[in-house]
T-cell receptor
Framework: DTEVTQTPKHLVMGMTNKKSLKCEQHMGHRAMYWYKQKAKKPPELMFVYSYEKLSINESVPSRFSPECPNSSLLNLHLHALQPEDSALYLC??????????????FGNGTRLTVT | DAKTTQPPSMDCAEGRAANLPCNHSTISGNEYVYWYRQIHSQGPQYIIHGLKNNETNEMASLIITEDRKSSTLILPHATLRDTAVYYCIVRVNQRNSGYALNFGKGTSLLVTP
């Protein structure tokens, strides 16, 4: 079990569907992250939220739309995806402070299949 | 962030120490060294991190060379459950921008009976 909860664990969607991935943490962390991981590859950063504001967007296509409704929740809205977007989507959170390092805590991901 | 170099794969016998090396020759003075691992079909798991001094916790020890250009993660008594991909990451703290990690290819550690 992890302290970062992602739902659903598995998702199959068609290219015309709209779906959302959800992530929740109750550790009081103020930074939250979305990563994408293709099979046998390392995780790739997509978005970073700091204090509920988008601070980093790694040139992600607009068919992926992140949202941070409050400090505990992070959503990733999906629309008009392509089969190549099939991957494991990982959410993470961390404290956002200078000094001492700030480890990221990851959920176990949502495995997305686009048909 | 500084780039890291790790061997693509390593084997270790169960019960023996696993020593995973990482080179980060371009590391800056304010960059931390982080180690994560990822067991198949799970999210990455934080192991340990350090800046200059050697660190130890219940999972592992981190040895950082004096010039900080390389480090070694030590799992003192490897078990079959330690089979995973191990990532060495260096990262600078950036206030108000989160502390995003950029993962390299990592080392695939296989612990054998």
């Amino acid at each position: 079990d992890t302290e970062v909860t992602q739902t659903p664990k598995h998702l199959v969607m068609g290219m015309t569907n709209k779906k959302s991935l959800k992530c929740e943490q109750h550790m009081g962390h103020r930074a939250m992250y979305w990563y994408k991981q293709k099979a046998k590859k390392p995780p790739e950063l997509m978005f970073v939220y700091s204090y509920e504001k988008l601070s980093i967007n790694e040139s992600v296509p607009s068919r992926f739309s992140p949202e941070c409704p409050n400090s505990s929740l992070l959503n990733l809205h999906l629309h008009a995806l392509q089969p190549e977007d099939s991957a494991l989507y990982l959410c993470a959170s961390s404290q956002d402070r200078l000094g001492g390092g700030s480890p990221l805590h990851f959920g176990n991901g949502t495995r997305l299949t686009v048909t | 962030d500084a780039k890291t170099t790790q061997p693509p794969s390593m084997d270790c016998a169960e019960g023996r120490a696993a020593n995973l090396p990482c080179n980060h020759s371009t590391i800056s003075g304010n960059e931390y060294v982080y180690w994560y691992r990822q067991i198949h079909s799970q999210g990455p798991q934080y192991i340990i991190h350090g800046l200059k001094n050697n660190e130890t916790n219940e999972m592992a020890s981190l040895i950082i060379t004096e010039d900080r250009k390389s480090s070694t993660l030590i799992l003192p008594h490897a078990t079959l459950r330690d089979t995973a991909v191990y990532y060495c990451i260096v990262r600078v703290n950036q206030r108000n921008s989160g502390y995003a990690l950029n993962f390299g290819k990592g080392t695939s550690l296989l612990v054998t009976p």
